[in-house]
């Protein structure tokens, strides 16, 4: 089986950096991935971690250490329009099916 | 538009009424999978598609809950003699189907309220 646990909301101010963390804890799984849900909209993929270590995409960075059963995601530079719902998944070797977390809701302020 | 479609975009029913909903995924992905959201909650995975096969089911779903993808194409979920607690968002995505941990595209979805 698979749990992951994401903080349920997080507030920052425009410009600033925040960092969304995600730990887990599964029997085994390929690698993780994050996804953004705008309020009203559909899931859209951000980044996937299949090693240890950063992947950096733009203003978006994720992070992986299976060692520790842990993953963020970091987002610099914060504009309004991140203000969304972000959620860390893993597809577990198991199986086919890509397992989400229930999501973090990040507020950015002016 | 090249994007997952999903019809309708909401559908308001009374309880014990049956509700079918359709996917259309990127053309060129052979994977499709269903998902249910709730508010504040994340997706939860209900059932997989490679290609025609069903291949995947979530062991919380419902004998209630069926779903085809006749051709390889499109697919349909049924839900039969709805409940309240079915009143959810069904989320339909794709993928290319080239590895592990594939990157899903999502659907609009359809916002399912019974009544």
């Known amino acids: 089986g698979q749990s992951l646990e994401q903080p349920s909301e997080v507030t920052a101010v425009e410009g600033a950096i925040v960092q969304i963390n995600c730990t887990y804890q599964?029997?085994?799984?390929?690698?993780l991935s994050w996804y953004q849900q705008h309020d009203g909209g559909a899931p859209t993929f951000l980044s996937y971690n299949a090693l240890d270590g950063l992947e950096e995409t733009g203003r978006f960075s994720s992070f992986l250490s299976r060692s520790d059963s842990y993953g963020y995601l970091l987002l610099q530079e914060l504009q309004m329009k991140d203000s969304a719902s972000y959620f860390c998944?893993?597809?577990?070797?198991?199986?086919?099916?890509?397992?989400f977390g229930k999501g973090t809701s990040l507020l950015v302020t002016p | 538009d090249t994007g997952v479609s999903q019809d309708p975009r909401h559908k308001i029913t009374k309880r014990g009424q049956n509700v079918t909903f359709r996917c259309d995924p990127i053309?060129?992905?052979?994977?499709l999978y269903w998902y249910r959201q709730t508010l504040g909650q994340g997706p939860e995975f209900l059932t997989y598609?490679?290609?025609?096969?069903?291949?995947?089911k979530s062991r919380l779903l419902s004998d209630r809950f069926s779903a085809e993808r006749p051709k390889g194409s499109f697919s349909t979920l049924e839900i039969q003699r709805t409940e309240q607690g079915d009143s959810a968002m069904y989320l339909c995505a794709s993928s290319l189907g080239t590895g592990s941990n594939e990157k899903l595209f999502f659907g609009s979805g359809t916002q399912l309220s019974v009544l």
């Open positions: 598609f490679q290609n025609e096969a069903q291949l995947e």
């Open positions: 599964t029997s085994g799984f390929y690698g």
């Open positions: 998944a893993v597809q577990l070797n198991s199986g086919y099916a890509l397992n």
């Open positions: 053309s060129e992905h052979n994977r």
